[in-house]
Each structure stands twice: as structure tokens, then as C-alpha cells.
């Protein structure tokens, strides 16, 4: 496996004020955005960062939704997730693709 970039996911109440305080204050820019987040990057080292509005339906502090996720983007993801299930690791979402991951 070799991973590519990386991420952290912060759900958000707000991801457009977040995404200006990042590219106003912080030197992000917004690299990607849908209804409901939106992908900021910088140019050097810093890992990007993908803002994901809170649902407040289904969000509740402790109760299982993270506040903060930490994505890697991977080659080889299929035989490392056939690896991991091999070796008994807890796999809590099943592999997938989603809608803004580039094929």
C-alpha cells in the first residue's frame, strides 16, 4: 500500500464560515466542494482538510458520529482491506467508493 494524500474530516455547523477561516486566515484553498462539504488544500505539506456539516438529526456528542475522521487516500485499497479482514482487524465500515473520489 502506498498512501497518496491523506485528510482530516471535521464535521462542522457551518462548512462555508469554516472554509473561510481556513482560506482566509490559514492559506487553504477549496479544492472540491458538494452539498454537504467541502475539500480544502494547500499547496506544501499540510494535510487537507474536508469540512462535513453536522447533521443535527442524527448528531449527538457521544453518541457515535465522530467530530473528526482521518482519511488517506491509498493504492492497492482492495487486497490492504482483504489483508486486514485476514488478520482479524475490526473493519467498522465496509469498503467503498464514494461520489468525489476520482477512479
Request: contains cysteine; glycine residues 8%.
Given at each position: ?6 485528510a482530516v474530516s471535521l464535521t462542522v455547523a457551518d462548512p462555508p464560515a469554516s472554509s473561510r477561516f ?24 499540510a494535510v487537507d482538510l474536508v469540512l462535513v456539516e453536522r447533521d443535527l438529526e442524527r448528531w449527538q ?43
Amino acid at each position: 500500500m502506498n498512501i497518496a494524500s491523506s485528510a482530516v474530516s471535521l464535521t462542522v455547523a457551518d462548512p462555508p464560515a469554516s472554509s473561510r477561516f481556513f482560506t482566509i486566515h490559514l492559506g487553504f484553498r477549496e479544492i472540491l466542494a458538494g452539498e454537504e462539504f467541502i475539500a480544502l488544500g494547500r499547496d506544501d505539506g499540510a494535510v487537507d482538510l474536508v469540512l462535513v456539516e453536522r447533521d443535527l438529526e442524527r448528531w449527538q456528542p457521544g453518541q457515535g458520529l465522530a467530530d473528526l475522521i482521518v482519511v488517506f487516500t491509498a493504492t492497492g485499497l482492495a487486497a490492504e482491506y482483504e489483508r486486514l479482514r485476514g488478520e482479524g482487524a475490526p473493519i467498522t465500515i465496509p469498503l467503498r467508493r464514494e461520489p468525489w473520489v476520482s477512479c
